[in-house]
């Protein structure tokens, strides 16, 4: 790797603060896929694309965003007591 050569400290500091932002669009702009294969019958499929049309309408966001989110935002153990699949019920 080549040295680079700043004439003060501030430039030295400037250089690296846009190399990070640089590196965070990268980051930010990287996809992957999670790996999940889900299957659906087909009544499930049809009753899925009806609500995403209606969140669209209403709300102006795609189903797949919300769940999105829903994802990054809750814990395992949230999500799961959310939607009462919790099968250690006492």
């Known amino acids: 790797m080549d040295e680079l050569n700043f004439s003060s400290q501030d430039e030295r500091l400037r250089y690296l603060k846009e190399k990070e932002i640089e ?4 980051l930010n702009n990287a996809k992957k896929n999670i790996g999940i294969t889900l ?15 209606v969140i669209k309408k209403l709300y102006g966001v795609k189903r797949s965003d919300v769940l999105k989110k829903v994802l990054l ?18």
């Open 23 to 26: 590196r965070s669009r990268k």
């Open 39 to 53: 299957t659906f019958k087909a009544w499930e499929v049809d009753r899925i694309q009806r609500k995403s049309k």
């Open 73 to 90: 935002n809750l814990d395992d153990e949230d999500l799961i007591n959310f939607l009462g699949m919790n099968r250690n019920k006492k």
